[in-house]
């Protein structure tokens, strides 16, 4: 009997996961165009956890929506200079410390956060908010920012096709890398 309910939940999740209509036009979303992805510091946390090979604990992860440049110029003109943009697509983009961290030597309590940006052609200034789930910066408020760091931006010889999000190990901590068509900018995240 147990395996016969099994066998029935089992062909209805997979007929309503994989059916291209269900007779009144729904069908399952396609990829979206601005794909969401998540990024850890220490890199490749959740793989090393599985393997029992994670050395260090974790300290932060991020997550974020990876717009494509699609022959765009994308600061100045997509993303306006001088303006909070989410620091990707779709929703804000998020960061959660499992462990207190200082960015720019001021205290950033463990917790979950919304970071935005505001470029300029020679710098980013990175702002962590408190506010969460939020849609875009459409609903921003400065009230709520915990801190802003202002960072050089750095010119790459090759354009990044998608917008992205990693960390690196360095110094006391870790510095998360944001770029996307030619520029770059690096965030010093420290753990002591």
């Known amino acids: ?8 939940i089992v062909s209805s999740i997979s007929s309503i996961c994989f059916a291209q209509s ?5 069908k399952m979303p396609p990829l979206d165009k601005s794909p969401m ?12 956890r599985i393997q029992d090979k994670a ?3 974790l300290v932060c992860r991020v997550i974020y929506s990876r717009p494509q440049k699609n022959n765009r110029t994308v600061f100045g003109e997509l993303v306006e200079y001088n303006k909070v943009w989410r620091l990707g697509a779709n929703e804000a ?12 030597g001021k205290k950033v309590p463990k917790g979950k ?3 935005y940006a505001i470029p300029t052609p020679n710098d980013w200034t990175i702002i962590i908010n408190k506010e969460t789930d939020i849609w875009g910066a459409f609903h921003y408020d400065e009230k709520k920012d915990l801190l802003r760091v ?8 090759e354009p990044l096709e998608p917008f992205c999000i990693a960390f690196e190990k360095a110094n006391g901590g870790a510095n998360m890398n944001i770029g996307w068509d030619t520029d770059l900018v690096s965030l010093p995240i420290s753990t002591k």
């Open 1 to 8: 009997m147990k395996k016969l309910l099994f066998v029935f």
């Open 22 to 26: 269900n007779g009144n036009g729904s």
């Open 37 to 48: 992805d998540m990024s850890y510091f220490p890199v490749d946390y959740p793989v090393l």
């Open 55 to 57: 050395t260090e604990p």
């Open 93 to 104: 983009t998020e960061i959660e410390f499992f462990r207190d961290v200082k960015i720019d």
């Open 113 to 115: 956060y919304t970071i």
């Open 150 to 157: 202002k960072l050089p931006v750095k010119k790459s010889s």
